[in-house]
């Protein structure tokens, strides 16, 4: 088991909460959709999410996942691919739309590589991930930075983001 020192979770202490990585990164290999239930050990009664599985795919030991306005804003058109690699002064994956839960684990599996820490998921989010705290927190302002640098052009729309 390995502690999880942060979750989907606001009011509650997540150290008391173990999370079995190996347990679901062998389901997530073998394709088997499961509600991770049993491998969640939580003395707070948390329960795992239907993100659980593609949060236990990224290998780093930090993975920071927002649902940013401004990042989904610019990511449901027709060219957000495009649009936010003029923007984004990073290398990232975009993953097409597709059901959240394992149908988007399984479709993001086919697109990490070893070197991904910035995925930005068509119509739902921003995610980054590293193995320094730090470091990620920063690259996640860079990213909600400059998304919301291209929310600011006029064929984009700003839904609320805020610059940083």
Do not use: W
């Not at 909460?17 to 003395?43: A, M, P, Q, W, Y």
Request: net charge negative; aromatic share 8%.
């Amino acid at each position: 088991m390995n502690s999880i020192k942060s979750y989907n979770c606001f009011e509650c202490d997540v150290s008391k909460t173990e999370v079995d990585l190996n347990s679901i990164t062998e389901k997530i290999n073998n394709g088997k959709e499961d509600n991770f239930i049993n491998d969640i050990r939580s003395k707070n009664n948390l329960h795992p999410s239907s993100e659980t599985s593609f949060h236990a795919l990224i290998n780093r030991k930090y993975v920071l996942h927002v649902h940013s306005t401004t990042t989904i804003a610019n990511a449901i058109s027709q060219s957000s691919e495009s649009d936010l690699r003029k923007y984004l002064d990073e290398d990232f994956i975009f993953v097409p739309y597709c059901r959240p839960g394992f149908t988007l684990t399984m479709e993001m599996k086919k697109l990490i590589l070893p070197s991904t820490n910035i995925l930005i998921l068509e119509n739902h989010g921003l995610i980054v991930a590293g193995d320094d705290i730090e470091d990620t927190y920063k690259l996640l302002l860079n990213c909600l930075l400059y998304t919301s640098d291209a929310a600011d052009e006029e064929d984009s729309v700003d839904l609320g983001g805020r610059r940083i």
